[in-house]
């Protein structure tokens, strides 16, 4: 895969969308993206512009020609990474008491306080556990 494909298909990625019940990283929306969507991208938004959600657009635009199987995982697929950038922003919300009582000695910051979870991972709620799962931290 070309530098541009990755780069349209994690600009592509990057337009706001619903959530979903599980997450998914980058490096796998990218992969599965550019095995079905490749082709309609290089096809119908070859001269678009990266960002904004332009290729998401150009798609929409073309949906009549662009392939089923790419329309679908378009959608699965943003709503897996939406779904685990808003799991990064909640996940210190919602483990904030498990970070209080298992790593109130640490001091905040580089990664210090997921570190600990991490390693505390059997004291953890299951809750917080389940969040920092979400947000692709383990």
Do not use: H
Not at 18 to 24: E, K
Request: proline share 1%; net charge positive.
């Amino acid at each position: 895969m070309t530098v541009f494909r990755s780069l349209i298909l994690l600009l592509l990625l990057a337009a706001p969308s619903a959530g979903s019940a599980q997450t998914m990283s980058f490096e796998d929306a990218i992969s599965i993206l550019s095995s079905s969507c490749g082709r309609d991208i290089d096809t119908y938004c070859k001269g678009v512009n990266l960002g904004g959600g332009r290729i998401k657009n150009c798609l929409a635009r073309n949906q009549a020609k662009v392939s089923g199987q790419c329309w679908s995982d378009l959608i699965r697929v943003e709503s897996l990474v939406q779904k685990r950038a808003e799991a990064r922003v909640a996940v210190l919300k919602i483990c904030d008491t498990d970070a209080r009582r298992l790593c109130g000695a640490i001091k905040k910051g580089d990664g210090q306080i997921l570190s600990c979870m991490l390693t505390a991972q059997k004291s953890v709620s299951a809750k917080c556990n389940q969040a920092i799962t979400d947000a692709g931290y383990r």
